[in-house]
């Protein structure tokens, strides 16, 4: 069998990538200079956002999403017994932790061990009584909220860096600082991020990610399923979540998200040799890209949460 390369960290090579062709299409400000350290710490900076906004948050904010269809499909369903039974889980459960974390710091554990395996009786109870009522609405329920994951991902893939995209990011930050020195490079940086973005899918990095597991679960002794089997049950079972709609080639995926690793290693080696394993050299480039933009960089920020 051919060795394979060690696992990279797909959505930070993804959203490297994505950065660092939106910086050639856009170029970089003049005043600035050509410093590659502190472009790298730029594409660095725009990269953890984007993680954050494009796979962190849209899952969550698509996971909500898809919860309260199904609990709007049971309700319509259950009606007024499914919200009675529903109230009666969510006390029990209430009831439970509760007693949890007073367990937990109680000096004479054995009344409370025995109150709290009581509650948990009375919680586990109430969740097959939960689960009964679900179960007739339950296909319908994975329908509708299949479809509303559906109807979301259209929407993000439709625009991907709509108006106000960057309003979070800290203000004291670098991303804010090249905003507002720079605004009409900033326009045309972020025009040429939202067509890059709108051509490549970072979601496909949670399949990436999974592609290890996967092999090893193909490769166990009595197996029934081949790696494309379970591939593709895989993306089934997560599409709807992380935004994979398609059927995906996943050997020719993997053979491209490959090649942009290489491309990110090669850009950084090129403009800041050592920016990716070496701390120092990270630090210096983050250093000189906020004090180009007269801005404290983050280490000489006060930290309220240690105070």
């Not at 950084?268 to 210096?284: I, N, Q, S, T």
């Not at 983050?286 to 240690?306: H, I, K, S, V």
Request: glycine share 6%; hydrophobic share 45%; charged share 25%.
């Amino acid at each position: 069998m051919k060795l394979r390369p060690n696992q990279p960290f797909w959505p930070e090579v993804l959203t490297d990538w994505c950065v660092i062709k939106a910086l050639a299409r856009a170029g970089w400000p003049e005043s600035l200079g050509e410093a590659g350290g502190m472009q790298a710490a730029f594409v660095t900076e725009i990269s953890a956002y984007l993680r954050f906004r494009e796979l962190h948050l849209r899952e969550v904010e698509v996971e909500a999403r898809m919860l309260s269809a199904i609990e709007a499909v049971h309700e319509r369903s259950g009606g007024t017994a499914y919200c009675s039974v529903k109230e009666q889980f969510e006390a029990r459960q209430t009831d439970f932790l509760v007693a949890l974390g007073r367990n937990r710091h109680a000096v004479t554990r054995l009344p409370k061990v025995q109150t709290t395996q009581h509650l948990q009786l009375q919680l586990r109870k109430c969740e097959m009584e939960l689960t009964a009522y679900r179960h007739p609405a339950a296909a319908a329920a994975q329908e509708v909220a299949g479809q509303t994951a559906t109807a979301y991902w259209h929407a993000i893939t439709a625009s991907r860096v709509r108006e106000g995209f960057f309003a979070d990011v800290p203000v004291n930050g670098a991303i804010a600082g090249m905003r507002a020195r720079f605004d009409l490079w900033w326009a045309v940086f972020v025009r040429s991020l939202g067509h890059v973005l709108r051509q490549a899918n970072l979601s496909y990095a949670r399949l990436l990610e999974a592609l290890p597991q996967l092999r090893a679960a193909a490769a166990r002794p009595g197996q029934k399923f081949v790696l494309t089997a379970l591939v593709q049950e895989w993306r089934e079972e997560n599409g709807a979540r992380f935004g994979l709609l398609k059927d995906v080639h996943f050997p020719v995926l993997e053979k491209r998200a490959l090649g942009k690793c290489q491309e990110v290693e090669a850009w950084f080696d090129h403009h800041a040799p050592g920016y990716k394993c070496d701390p120092a050299v990270r630090d210096a480039a983050t250093q000189a890209l906020y004090f180009a933009l007269d801005r404290m960089p983050p280490e000489y920020c006060q930290r309220y949460g240690n105070n």
